[in-house]
């Protein structure tokens, strides 16, 4: 797990704990848009709105055929 998604993941942890222990209704939506400069902007809302900016790796061509690729 790279450092920059570790806030990212702790976020939607609390949030999730507190949507469970509440006693009504809730909701959670996470929104991922790309970026320039190998970023993602992650929006978290859960009535109020959470902002992240992470780095990522795309994936090759490569790598995702590999991943679908099966062999008998």
């Given at each position: 797990m790279l450092p920059?998604?570790a806030?990212?993941?702790t976020?939607l942890?609390n949030l999730l704990d507190?949507?469970?222990?509440?006693?009504?209704f809730?909701?959670l939506?996470?929104?991922?848009?790309?970026l320039?400069r190998?970023?993602?902007?992650i929006i978290?809302?859960?009535?109020?709105?959470?902002?992240?900016?992470?780095?990522f790796?795309?994936?090759?061509?490569d790598?995702?055929?590999n991943?679908?690729?099966t062999?008998d």
């Amino acid at each position: 797990m790279l450092p920059t998604k570790a806030p990212v993941k702790t976020c939607l942890i609390n949030l999730l704990d507190e949507l469970i222990e509440h006693d009504g209704f809730g909701s959670l939506k996470v929104d991922i848009r790309l970026l320039r400069r190998g970023q993602k902007e992650i929006i978290i809302d859960c009535g109020k709105q959470y902002r992240f900016v992470v780095d990522f790796q795309p994936a090759s061509n490569d790598a995702n055929n590999n991943k679908h690729h099966t062999t008998d």
